[in-house]
């Protein structure tokens, strides 16, 4: 009768990826809004079910990540001027080469059941935390206060910030602050990871100068 109503519930990929991250009471209890007759060992077979599918699609973007780089595109813009076309080919051959080789040695180096956030953060960005990447953030988690240089590029603003957003805010205690100058926002600004990474586990609230992460989810879709 509900379905021929059109008001039966109906369980989206975002939907099952919130019901993931939630501890096991609450996540059973979500996934027995969309179909009361679940038993408690369907529930947890279909969350682990859930987790094995989200490791699926990172694998999959991954493998999207390593098929266009073994294609040189013809549109890449050349990082040098006033070259030979022989040595602009070289060049995009020499950049695809490296980032094949920097995609290929990633691994994961933590176990996707004990930081479901992280893997629900990975599926949502269509990117892979890599193995530098969680040595950082494990540091900063363990040791508080610490200070830790990483080169440019290594993922501190797009990855390593949102995990540790994910992190905290997952304790509940207490509300994160991230902090950042309005005029220093630029193309390369946080917003867009920290948003996708909101929309399934916390809410983020942009202010001129200031980014709140309150522990709450966030529902935008």
């Not at 059973?28 to 079910?49: H, I, M, V, W």
């Amino acid at each position: 009768m509900m379905c021929a109503a059109g008001i039966a519930p109906f369980a989206s990929l975002l939907d099952l990826c919130r019901c993931v991250i939630k501890p096991q009471p609450q996540a059973q209890a979500s996934l027995l809004a969309f179909n009361p007759y679940l038993t408690e060992q369907s529930c947890c077979r279909l969350l682990e079910g859930i987790c094995t599918w989200m490791q699926l699609c990172v694998l999959e973007d991954r493998l999207e990540r390593v098929s266009s780089f073994l294609q040189a595109p013809e549109d890449m813009e050349p990082l040098l001027v006033r070259v030979s076309k022989r040595e602009v080919n070289t060049l995009r051959i020499g950049i695809h080469r490296w980032l094949l080789v920097q995609e290929l040695r990633v691994w994961r180096s933590w176990a996707a059941s004990d930081h479901l956030s992280w893997l629900a953060f990975e599926v949502e960005g269509q990117l892979q935390i890599r193995p530098t990447q969680y040595v950082v953030v494990e540091h900063l988690i363990n040791h508080p206060g610490d200070i830790i240089q990483l080169n440019m590029g290594e993922g501190k603003t797009r990855v390593i910030l949102p995990m540790l957003l994910e992190h905290w805010s997952s304790k509940g205690s207490h509300v994160v602050r991230y902090w950042q100058r309005g005029r220093s926002r630029t193309p390369h600004s946080p917003t867009p990871p920290f948003c996708r990474s909101g929309s399934t586990s916390c809410r983020l609230l942009w202010t001129k100068h200031m980014l709140t992460c309150s522990a709450s989810c966030a529902h935008r879709f």
